[in-house]
């Protein structure tokens, strides 16, 4: 869930909480009042019927009939109320209703059941009137069950009229809030992608909470660390690169020079031994022949060896000339199944040579990966070389339908992509329609100096 919703929907959620428990105080306060004003009246009329008493006993009574009310009627404080007084020797009620003539209102029936269930409304309340111990009558004073639950809604309708509004408010100013305290975390993620795709340059803005310019830093140092590793791992693999070049010179020179030089001179011994026996032992023509042909065999395997290790025209006539030699010898083995085309442009003898060798091994790696795996019949080889970078595609009509590769013991391409890695590089491989595979290797022409350090 959204952390800006969650949060809203966590203050909205406490809102109404405190919004219920308002709303239940209020209530119990409009009860509690109702019942208050009860035992405020019955008080009061007691002491007024007492004094009637003490009047009457007095001789003070005249012609004012009993019980009064009229002063009680007089001040007409509390509506809702209705007072009766039942006499005990004449068994005679009198009674009176103070303000019951009200207005209808509308009151949602289930607020009526729920008040009457919980609050119990027009609770009446007795009090026997008694004077120098004898008892004249019970007095009763009742609420009015409607009159209360009335006052009861119409207090609780303002507090929810008020609330809702506050509450829809104040949601509102914390939503704008939250979602401008939340902003710096779209421009974090958005850095972390950036990270994830390689931009180890980028760094996050700083932030004005607290909280964020930490994340914001935390992950600024992360990039730093990663791009400080990543460029001595360049740095590292760059050195492996030279060594690995400089030990195939080496062994190439070695083996055409010492092994190369040997085949050829056992074969010329192997001649010469031919012409002796020839004249005079020609039992032994079939051995020399034998010999011949394995030392042929050798000087042929070490001639591919030579080409696989360190290609003569890489060193004597460039890039461009050992791409087609590569072709031309690939068109011969594939045995006219498969087709091999070069095409070539731009000036390959300006490239740096550890560039040049770079791009020579990447293509020498994909044809062996597409003799072994592809079944293709048509490879074309792309070479477009710019001043300031270098673009590589090698594409075939094989059986590749989908990406990525089953993990395999081959390191082929993993050894293709730490060359492009070495490099400072970009190596992306794609599907051709209807089946087939594209390898696009880009390179700088200058890598970063720094990279290279």
């Given at each position: 869930m959204n952390l800006l919703r969650h949060l809203l929907l966590r203050i909205v959620a406490v809102a109404l909480l405190c919004l219920l428990a308002t709303a239940a105080f209020v209530l119990f306060s409009s009860d509690r009042v109702a019942k208050q004003a009860t035992l405020r009246i019955i008080g009061s009329l007691g002491k007024q019927i007492s004094f009637q008493q003490l009047q009457m006993s007095a001789g003070f009574g005249g012609t004012t009939p009993f019980p009064d009310f009229s002063l009680w009627k007089q001040t007409r404080n509390t509506t809702g109320i209705c007072v009766s007084f039942v006499a005990i020797d004449s068994q005679q009620t009198y009674s009176l209703c103070n303000g019951t003539d009200f207005p209808p209102a509308s009151v949602p029936r289930y607020f009526e059941t729920l008040y009457r269930w919980f609050f119990n409304p027009g609770l009446a309340v007795r009090q026997t009137i008694s004077f120098k111990g004898r008892d004249y009558g019970v007095l009763t004073v009742a609420a009015n069950a409607e009159m209360e639950i009335i006052q009861a809604w119409d207090n609780i309708r303002r507090l929810l009229g008020l609330s809702v509004s506050t509450v829809f408010v104040v949601c509102c100013l914390v939503y704008l809030s939250i979602r401008r305290a939340l902003r710096p975390a779209q421009?974090?993620?958005?850095?972390?992608?950036?990270?994830?795709?390689?931009?180890?340059?980028?760094?996050?803005?700083?932030?004005?909470?607290?909280?964020?310019?930490?994340?914001?830093?935390?992950?600024?140092?992360?990039?730093?660390?990663?791009?400080?590793?990543?460029?001595?791992?360049?740095?590292?693999?760059?050195?492996?690169?030279?060594?690995?070049?400089?030990?195939?010179?080496?062994?190439?020179?070695?083996?055409?020079?010492?092994?190369?030089?040997?085949?050829?001179?056992?074969?010329?011994?192997?001649?010469?031994?031919?012409?002796?026996?020839?004249?005079?032992?020609?039992?032994?023509?079939?051995?020399?022949?034998?010999?011949?042909?394995?030392?042929?065999?050798?000087?042929?395997?070490?001639?591919?060896?030579?080409?696989?290790?360190?290609?003569?025209?890489?060193?004597?006539?460039?890039?461009?000339?050992?791409?087609?030699?590569?072709?031309?010898?690939?068109?011969?083995?594939?045995?006219?199944?498969?087709?091999?085309?070069?095409?070539?442009?731009?000036?390959?003898?300006?490239?740096?040579?550890?560039?040049?060798?770079?791009?020579?091994?990447?293509?020498?790696?994909?044809?062996?990966?597409?003799?072994?795996?592809?079944?293709?019949?048509?490879?074309?080889?792309?070479?477009?070389?710019?001043?300031?970078?270098?673009?590589?595609?090698?594409?075939?009509?094989?059986?590749?339908?989908?990406?990525?590769?089953?993990q395999h013991t081959g390191i082929g391409l993993l050894g293709i992509r730490e060359r492009v890695i070495a490099l400072q590089g970009l190596l992306t491989l794609s599907l051709i329609q209807p089946q087939g595979l594209k390898v696009a290797v880009c390179l700088p022409v200058h890598p970063d100096t720094e990279a290279q350090a």
């Open positions: 421009t974090i993620v958005k850095g972390l992608g950036n990270l994830q795709q390689g931009q180890l340059a980028h760094r996050l803005p700083s932030f004005a909470l607290i909280e964020w310019q930490s994340i914001a830093e935390a992950v600024n140092q992360l990039a730093a660390s990663q791009q400080q590793l990543l460029g001595e791992r360049q740095r590292l693999a760059v050195q492996l690169l030279k060594l690995q070049e400089e030990e195939r010179r080496y062994l190439a020179r070695e083996l055409h020079d010492e092994f190369g030089q040997c085949l050829a001179a056992i074969n010329a011994v192997a001649a010469s031994i031919a012409q002796t026996a020839e004249e005079k032992c020609p039992e032994l023509l079939a051995e020399t022949g034998q010999i011949s042909q394995i030392t042929e065999h050798m000087l042929n395997g070490v001639k591919g060896l030579l080409t696989r290790l360190r290609p003569a025209e890489l060193d004597g006539l460039g890039l461009a000339a050992s791409l087609e030699g590569l072709i031309i010898s690939w068109n011969v083995h594939g045995g006219g199944k498969t087709h091999y085309r070069l095409n070539l442009s731009g000036d390959g003898a300006a490239l740096p040579e550890a560039l040049a060798v770079t791009l020579f091994r990447i293509v020498q790696e994909c044809l062996t990966n597409i003799a072994k795996h592809a079944a293709a019949s048509q490879v074309e080889v792309k070479l477009a070389i710019r001043p300031e970078a270098v673009k590589l595609t090698i594409e075939d009509d094989g059986i590749a339908k989908q990406l990525p590769f089953p």
